[in-house]
């Protein structure tokens, strides 16, 4: 069976991070093992959140999975909140990453603005971390704040291409722009393949409303993709269809959820597409 181990936060309320890398790997029909980062009552969307930081478990957590001999397909970090949780992130992919994808979803910022407790430095650490993973896949404001470029809402094919090589430049081998527009109506990923020098672009027609977590089921639903042997391409494809897919339940139903979307009621939906 493949296996994925995915690093981030575990908000107990919100439908992010781990309560939907869990479900979705599982889906995909992936081991999913965890290190969880910090417990939060909510994501950091809410006001008045608790957080507990887990930042001391992690090295011993490793340290056990190495003494064991774990081994992994896929290393899949996500939220991380802190210097040292970036520098256990690159201890993971050191020492469990040679034969595994590894994947850094470098959340932090959407709509132009850093989320709650997030500096510059913390996004320019972050900036070395994605030069040790195989994929990166940030949003337009993440990899604004990764390049430190400013952050633009109006922007043509040949930016974003612009835009996914100096991602690479920071030492990925692959880079992928989720949330691109570059028709009315239209949403979709564009990624950049530096080890064939191609462009890719799938796009679907684009849902009327935004959610928060989407970003973390489509970097879930990447990274179990990729695990089960799709293409990048096909990969990339998946999870846009299955959030779009996410989203059009959400709506379908009166008085939703407004934290997160129905990815639940989308899984069946899910494992038909992936069609294993
Ligand atoms: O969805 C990304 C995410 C993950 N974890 C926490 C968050 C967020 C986004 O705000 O607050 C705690």
């Not at 040679?98 to 997030?118: E, Q, R, S, W």
């Not at 990166?136 to 090589?165: G, M, R, W």
Request: glycine fraction near 6%; proline fraction near 3%; charge should be negative.
């Amino acid at each position: 069976m493949k296996k994925a181990a995915t690093m981030q936060d575990i908000s107990c309320v919100g439908k992010c991070s781990l309560t939907v890398a869990l479900p979705v790997l599982s889906a995909l029909g992936v081991e999913a093992s965890v290190i969880p980062t910090a417990v939060l009552s909510t994501h950091t969307m809410f006001s008045n959140f608790t957080f507990h930081d887990l930042t001391s478990e992690i090295q011993p957590i490793m340290d056990h999975w190495k003494k064991e001999g774990f081994q992994f397909d896929a290393l899949y970090t996500g939220y991380l909140g802190s210097f040292d949780q970036l520098e256990l992130a690159k201890n993971l992919f050191h020492d469990f990453g040679k034969d595994a994808i590894k994947l850094v979803d470098p959340c932090m910022a959407d709509n132009g603005k850093l989320y709650t407790g997030f500096t510059l430095e913390f996004a320019k650490a972050m900036a070395e971390v994605c030069g040790y993973a195989d994929i990166i896949c940030p949003n337009l404001t993440e990899a604004s704040f990764l390049l430190d470029i400013p952050y633009v809402t109006s922007y043509d094919e040949a930016y974003v291409q612009d835009v996914l090589k100096k991602l690479c430049a920071l030492g990925c081998k692959k880079a992928v722009l989720t949330g691109i527009s570059l028709e009315e109506g239209k949403l979709g990923a564009y990624a950049y393949d530096a080890t064939k020098d191609s462009f890719y672009y799938y796009q679907n027609d684009k849902e009327p409303e935004f959610f928060h977590g989407t970003g973390d089921i489509w970097a879930s639903t990447l990274c179990g993709s990729l695990v089960q042997g799709k293409s990048f391409e096909e990969a990339i494809a998946i999870a846009c269809d299955y959030v779009k897919e996410c989203i059009h339940i959400t709506l379908q139903e009166e008085n939703h959820n407004t934290y997160g979307v129905n990815f639940e009621e989308a899984i069946p939906y899910l494992v038909n597409r992936i069609n294993l």
